[in-house]
């Protein structure tokens, strides 16, 4: 069985960002302890049990805001790539949390263009995921009220903004680009006015594109990635419903069964941005070891 490796694959800058500020974090002397992570660092539970070996305690499973409320006083705070809220921030600040920020630039930069539209008197439609810790801390730039989410076109139907609202269309940095498109159309049907601002992040863009190209020339893909993590089951998604080829997601070689490549020629393996590259390091291997 022919492997195929496909590049790039694994960490992108802002996770890279992400782990090596929380390292330095954790490594500095001066840093006030104990230290916590607001939710998971990244979504990928090697890179969580990583930051956990140097200390780092992780506070996972609700809204960031009350999360914060489990950090001891005159702990520090770090803030995932993922991104918080204003009142997550103002809350740490309330407090006098020893604060880091980890956001990814990207994140950040679709905070600072919805800020910047809300000034400007727009309503904002985000389009992302229900339940991940992004579209949480982007849609608390806005009032209530003046931002809603859409995940699906189905969702579209139910927006509450009236046809002479300004409306600025804003999307989460993980999604699949082709599903993407398709929801972007169905808001512009009906908000034609509306101004859209695509905020796919260019990481999740080129492995998207080099998993589907790939997949062409395959019989199936293995992409490597957590199950809680949007970009690597996007990989899945958009290999399976653009490249109409198989695909499977596994969190680690342990998860991998001979039985999936019987009739399987060749195969081509990715990987998540927030998936260590030991993690698919180990999965290429056993892999390559079915030659045999």
Known sequence: MEVVKITPRGYCYGVVDAMTMAKRVAKDPNVPRPIFVLGQIVHNRHAVEDLESLGIRTLDGGRRVELLEQVPDGATVIFTAHGVSPEVKARARERGLN???????????????????????????????????????????????RVALVTTIDDVAALPFGSDTPLAVVTQTTLSQWDTADVIRAVQTRYPEAEVHNEICLATQLRQEAAVQTAQDVDMVVVVGDRRSNNSNRLVEVVEKVAG????????????????????????????SSTPSQVTRAVIHWLEALKA
């Open 245 to 272: 080829k198989p695909a499977v997601r596994v969190e680690q070689v342990e998860d991998l069964e001979p039985d999936w490549f019987r009739d399987v020629d060749k195969v081509a393996v990715t990987a998540g």
């Open 99 to 145: 604060a880091f920020d980890a956001t990814c630039p990207d994140v950040t930069k679709t905070h600072t263009l919805i800020q910047e539209k809300v000034d400007q008197g727009y309503s904002i439609i985000y389009i992302g995921t229900k339940g991940h810790p992004e579209p949480e801390g982007a849609m608390g730039e806005a009032p209530a009220g």
